[in-house]
């Protein structure tokens, strides 16, 4: 099952205007030990193929931090 966020978030259209990229992996749960390892794959593969620093949001942790750029 694939997903597509949009976040309308101040930073991140400031990061976007200074050129900052980051890939963002966004699970709809990460409850499961095997999502949980196969997320964590796709963002190691995915910040691999692009040369970017990326991280995991889920609504929890955005809810909580919020994106770090």
Do not use: C
């Not at 099952?1 to 992996?25: E, L």
């Amino acid at each position: 099952m694939t997903f597509s966020i949009t976040v309308h978030d101040q930073s991140i259209r400031k990061a976007q205007t200074r050129g900052h990229k980051k890939f963002f992996q966004v699970p709809s749960d990460m409850q499961d030990a095997q999502t949980m390892e196969r997320e964590e794959g796709a963002l190691q593969e995915g910040m691999k193929e692009l040369k970017i620093d990326g991280e995991i949001v889920t609504l929890d942790s955005y809810l909580l931090e919020g994106i770090k750029l």
